[in-house]
């Protein structure tokens, strides 16, 4: 059978090139759809903090309006004072903020040396363990709630701040993310340590916790955040108001003041306040976080 061959010198067919005008027209219209996605998306975010924002501004017979103003006409900027005065935020606020920082600082120590012992040490079923570690987060919390519950009222910790700590001080989250960040440590580092006479504690401390700060801090942040917005839990054990926390504060302030909507909304305006300020003072370390280890070079 013959094979019909192409000569050499045969010209070869050539792609059609793209005019360097079309490709420009190309990144235009991506670059506009890209803005008009991130527009709606932006829209759809912040549309209902505006409306928060602008109901707690506005007057109580404006708030009791339907349809209700999407801008206040007369600003009552009292009903900040007024929330503080009517509901007791201020110990919601103290309470919930003392609760977030004792979890977050023991879900980062807990989490760091969890990480460091998944990381570094050798020992038979290390890997067998960290799994069944990771598969505690397949766990609904709903599920562990009943025996948490239980603990809590035989050491007789309803109405305390252990009872609203000691549950969540370690979290398989963390431990991964932190040991994710000790893995991506240069063995190198960790053969000088040894040469320079750092013990496990010593390399930790001095090398592999530096290391690992953006995976920190993104942890601390994603920490404080739930157990800032934590809601069902101090439900459940707390009936005192000396302990409870600004969620059920906010619960309160709705059910007792339904006819000052404006209230509702400041009372929502202030409990935000906070996590505002954390968002925007450690928004690199939390974009740095979630994407250290993602890119290689």
């Known amino acids: 059978m013959a094979v019909e061959t192409i000569p050499a010198s045969a010209p070869r067919a050539v792609p059609p090139t793209v005019s360097p005008e079309r490709r420009r027209r190309r990144r235009r219209v991506r670059s ?8 709606i ?3 759809v975010v912040l549309t209902p903090i505006y409306v928060t924002i602008a109901f707690s501004l506005q007057t109580g017979p404006q708030a009791l309006q339907f349809p209700g103003s999407m801008w206040p006409g007369e600003l009552d900027l009292s009903v900040f004072r007024r929330v503080f005065e009517v509901s007791g935020i201020g110990r919601y606020l103290f309470n919930s903020a003392l609760v977030a920082a004792l979890i977050t600082v023991g879900q980062v120590l807990t989490s760091i040396t969890a990480a460091y012992v998944f990381a570094e040490l050798e020992f038979k079923g290390r890997n067998l363990l960290f ?6 987060l397949m766990v609904p919390a709903e ?9 809590i009222v035989s050491f007789g910790w309803l109405d305390s701040y252990q009872g609203l700590v000691v549950p969540f001080l370690a979290t398989a989250f963390g431990t991964f993310l932190i040991r994710q960040a000790f893995m991506g440590i240069p063995r190198d580092l960790r053969d000088a340590a ?3 006479g750092y013990g496990h504690m010593g390399f930790l401390w001095s090398v592999a916790v530096p290391l ?5 801090a993104a942890l601390s942040v994603f920490s404080f955040l739930l157990a800032w917005n934590q809601y069902l839990w101090p439900l459940l054990i707390t009936n005192d108001d000396d302990f409870r926390t600004v969620q059920i504060g906010l619960r309160t302030l709705a059910s007792s003041n339904i006819t000052e909507f404006n209230l509702v909304f400041a009372g929502t305006v202030v409990a935000s306040i906070p996590i505002f300020v954390l968002l925007i003072v450690f ?3 939390l974009v740095r976080g979630l994407t250290s ?3 290689k070079g």
Request: charged share 10%.
């Open 293 to 295: 280890g993602a890119v």
């Open 41 to 43: 998306a932006a829209v």
């Open 143 to 151: 599920v562990t709630i009943v025996a948490n519950y239980d603990t």
């Open 32 to 39: 506009f759809l890209n803005y008009v996605a991130l527009t």
């Open 283 to 285: 928004q690199k370390q």
């Open 131 to 136: 799994v069944a570690f990771l598969a505690t």
């Open 194 to 196: 040894k040469l320079d």
């Open 212 to 216: 690992a700060r953006p995976a920190i």
